[in-house]
């Protein structure tokens, strides 16, 4: 059974950084684009970017690509989401999720930017 | 960006009546590939989003029979052919041929 378990959420100020982990089973990792999407309270969904299956190369949103970052470690089939410089416009649920076009979510994990 | 414009908002429909959702894309999905990219998800009340059909038609492992998937290029309907209480929730309808990848604003199907 795949699964995908996000952590690393919570409340940050505006102008932190905040890196969220997504543990991943079920399935050969090394093998699979990953990507992250965010969901904000309104219920907007937001591709975020992906990376490639040996992390050498990733994909992302014009507008989040000079804050956010996607690496991976595939000995931990850990998927990562770096976030800098974080403003309140990015409060949402994040999901990791499999695939360059997501196939499987995990369950989300939830970030609160506020001062 | 390509949008992705999801009709309608909200959906009101009686359990064993049909359902049918639209989903038009401001260009053509129709990648280098030949390949059109369009996923349809739902995401259920308090859970994570659930992919149900890719590639326009192909209905994942698990998924009844009662959904279907049409289209192309840039005009989509996603049908129930017959709605079950498991059905409530949000659809959104998603573009993986261009980057950013984008999705529907989502239409809530409830049960009436």
């Known amino acids: 059974e795949v699964q995908l378990v996000e952590s690393g959420g919570g409340l940050v100020k505006p102008g932190a950084s905040l890196k969220l982990s997504c543990v991943a089973s079920g399935f050969t990792f090394s093998d699979y684009w990953m990507s992250w999407v965010r969901q904000t309270p309104g219920k907007t969904m937001e591709w975020i970017g992906d990376i490639k299956y040996d992390g050498s190369y990733t994909n992302y949103a014009p507008s989040l690509k000079n804050r956010f970052t996607i690496s991976r470690d595939n000995a931990k089939s850990t998927l990562y989401l770096q976030m800098s410089n974080v403003r309140s416009e990015d409060t949402a649920t994040y999901y990791c999720?499999?695939?360059?076009?997501?196939?499987?979510w995990g369950q989300g994990v939830m970030v609160t930017v506020s001062s | 960006d390509v949008v992705m414009t999801q009709t309608p908002v909200s959906l009101s429909v009686a359990i064993g009546q049909p359902a049918s959702i639209s989903c038009k894309s401001s260009?053509?999905?129709?990648?280098?590939?030949?390949?059109?990219?369009l996923n349809w998800l739902l995401q259920r009340p308090g859970q994570s989003p659930k992919r149900l059909i890719y590639l326009v038609s192909k209905l994942d492992s698990g998924i009844p029979d009662r959904f279907s998937g049409s289209g192309s290029e840039t005009d989509f309907t996603l049908k129930i052919s017959r709605v079950e209480a498991d059905d409530l929730g949000v659809y959104y309808c998603?573009?993986?041929?261009?980057?950013?990848?984008?999705f529907g604003a989502g239409t809530k199907l409830e049960l009436k």
């Open positions: 999720t499999r695939g360059g076009i997501p196939d499987y």
């Open positions: 998603l573009q993986g041929t261009h980057f950013p990848h984008t």
């Open positions: 260009q053509s999905l129709v990648g280098t590939s030949g390949k059109t990219y």
